[in-house]
């Protein structure tokens, strides 16, 4: 379940596969995730440049999850409360520490609608502020030893 989107605007940041620094806007995606124990968490997207082009990490998310291209001017607020299966991977970032980090999505399959969680049952979930460094989001912090919510 999208439980928010923030936008970033004028974030400075290396151009793609350069050193040379750009201001771009950016957003992520906040979702509201149930555990098999029942537990409640968020977690968030990396940083996508918004932007609409065939090849942009955006545009490839958005039709992942919606199945079809976004519309010029999409706005991506009206996601918010949209259901969708998301994949989440345990990965190392630079700085040695393991975050959980979406690493795929998908529209509910049908029939399962009824078992995504309301917007609301997330309302008291704590995280909700980005790190502007790595693109890393720390809803569900860092992974520790066999503590893994997943």
């Known amino acids: 379940m999208c439980v928010?989107?923030?936008?970033?605007?004028?974030?400075?940041?290396?151009?793609?596969?350069?050193?040379?620094?750009?201001?771009v806007d950016v957003t992520r995606f906040v979702f509201g995730?149930?555990?098999?124990k029942g537990d409640l968490h968020k977690?968030?997207?990396?940083?996508?440049?918004?932007t609409g082009?065939?090849?942009?990490?955006?545009?490839?998310?958005?039709?992942a999850?919606?199945?079809?291209?976004?519309?010029?001017?999409?706005d991506t607020e009206e996601l918010k409360g949209k259901g969708a299966q998301i994949t989440v991977t345990a990965e190392e970032s630079r700085n040695g520490k393991t975050y959980n980090n979406i690493t795929?999505?998908?529209?509910?399959?049908?029939?399962?609608?009824?078992?995504?969680?309301?917007?609301?049952a997330f309302a008291n979930v704590g995280g909700s502020a980005a790190k502007s460094d790595d693109s890393e989001f720390e809803v569900l912090g860092a992974v520790k030893d066999g503590n893994d919510p997943f």
């Open 4 to 23: 928010d989107v923030i936008d970033s605007y004028g974030v400075d940041r290396p151009k793609y596969q350069s050193e040379e620094m750009e201001k």
């Open 33 to 36: 995730v149930k555990t098999k």
């Open 43 to 50: 977690i968030a997207t990396r940083e996508m440049k918004i």
């Open 53 to 63: 082009g065939p090849k942009a990490n955006l545009t490839k998310f958005l039709k």
């Open 65 to 74: 999850w919606t199945g079809e291209n976004p519309k010029p001017g999409m």
């Open 104 to 120: 795929g999505i998908a529209p509910v399959l049908e029939g399962y609608e009824a078992n995504v969680p309301a917007v609301n």
